[in-house]
């Protein structure tokens, strides 16, 4: 088959740019003709000006000259199936009509929250916020939601209010891909057809394998950002009634400020290890005792919390959206109250005291690995959608 994947990567690199390229790779692992058309956010700075501001803010809405360099592309190399990761911002929804003018199947892959909220994950100020679903999206507007800025958001707003109003959505995507149940739900609750969407989850690959016996720390890997509940985490660890190891792999902006609240708070049983390659990062998971997860927003399926499902690793989760429905309480980890640290705390506990059922629940985990987040699973999948697509447009 051949198969032209089209993604927009973002200026610092995340679990969107890591899905796109294990898809591709996956695709021709299996011998698939893959074509790639790839753009970046670093573009974004040959648009210095006010005027090529101006100018930057129309290409994020429709884009003519990406319209039609991707429609050469299409005649060109006649592709039967084009996958969409991500048009955000340099590419633009405009390869959505040069692909129904050459009569080519689309799919996309929905990896945030965009299409309903201009920030792409519905957090604001600390907490969940729906407004823009509840009020339309003048409200992200007056809040600054992308990037803190009122101007940038109003681009983006525009730019889902314009396509929108003329169906992009709807009409020239054939078909959607969420990648868990909890993400489907808020979909089809807002502005796209229920017929349209599969879950497909993230899935991790090489498998790296059941761990032999349970480590002796518990362990957070991500960015280190306000949304992922890094403040509750060590709220938590203040709280506990004994000093348990805790290790922190990852960097992002609140770095600093976390290390500095850790020797505040003389939490000497917590290390910062920065960011680490991935196999040093599957070997921390492999060995920890349980993995912590506490973000704040909804997430979408997170790939640290199937790697330690892969791992045989159990999850302490915040009960919030994707995190909710992807760790099942008692039996692949635990959950606790979202923004609540004496919750976690408790949890904390609980999990060093009950070591049987965790190692139960250790087995658990990577039982849900081998049924839902194989590569082979997720190929299995991703073909099943692309053949009745063809199978829709052949006749």
């Not at 923004?339 to 087995?363: C, F, I, Q, R, Y």
């Amino acid at each position: 088959m051949k198969i032209l994947l089209a993604h927009n990567s973002y200026q610092q690199r995340g679990g969107e740019d890591a899905t796109f390229e294990k898809e591709r790779d996956l695709l021709k692992q299996h011998g698939h003709d893959v074509l790639e058309y790839r753009r970046s956010n670093f573009e974004v700075t040959t648009f210095a000006g006010a005027l090529n501001r101006i100018a930057l803010a129309k290409n994020t809405v429709w884009s003519n000259s990406t319209r039609n360099e991707f429609g050469a592309l299409l005649e060109r190399e006649k592709p039967q199936i084009v996958h969409v990761y991500n048009t955000f911002i340099m590419i633009s929804p405009s390869i959505f009509s040069a692909c129904r003018e050459a009569g080519i199947p689309v799919v996309q892959t929905l990896q945030n929250f965009r299409l309903s909220c201009p920030a792409g994950d519905f957090f604001r100020e600390g907490h969940v916020c729906e407004q823009c679903d509840q009020l339309g999206l003048l409200s992200s507007v007056s809040h600054g939601c992308y990037r803190d800025s009122r101007l940038t958001t109003a681009t983006v707003a525009f730019m889902l209010a314009m396509h929108r109003l003329n169906h992009t959505w709807t009409n020239l995507v054939d078909h959607y891909i969420a990648v868990s149940q909890f993400a489907c739900r808020k979909f089809s609750e807002t502005h796209l057809p229920t017929h349209k969407l599969t879950v497909k989850p993230n899935f991790v690959h090489p498998d790296p394998g059941e761990r032999k016996q349970p480590g002796d720390y518990a362990l957070f890997v991500g960015r280190l950002s306000r949304e992922k509940g890094l403040k509750t985490l060590l709220s938590a660890w203040h709280l506990l009634p004994t000093s348990l190891p805790l290790r922190i792999v990852g960097g992002g902006p609140m770095a600093e400020e976390l290390q500095n609240e850790a020797t505040d708070r003389q939490l000497s049983s917590v290390s910062f290890l920065g960011i680490l390659p991935n196999d040093a990062v599957m070997n921390m998971i492999r060995g920890a005792k349980l993995l912590i997860f506490p973000s704040e927003c909804y997430e979408n399926c997170p790939t640290t919390i199937v790697e330690a499902l892969a791992c045989g690793v159990p999850v302490i989760a915040s009960r919030l959206g994707a995190m909710a429905e992807m760790i099942e309480n008692l039996r692949t980890g635990l959950h606790f109250r979202p923004n609540d640290p004496g919750d976690l705390a408790d949890k904390v506990m609980w999990a060093w005291s009950h070591e049987t059922e965790m190692a139960a629940m250790g087995h658990n985990a990577r039982a849900e690995y081998e049924a839902k987040y194989t590569a082979e699973k997720s190929y299995e999948m991703l073909m099943g959608i692309y053949t009745s697509l063809l199978r829709v447009n052949r006749n």
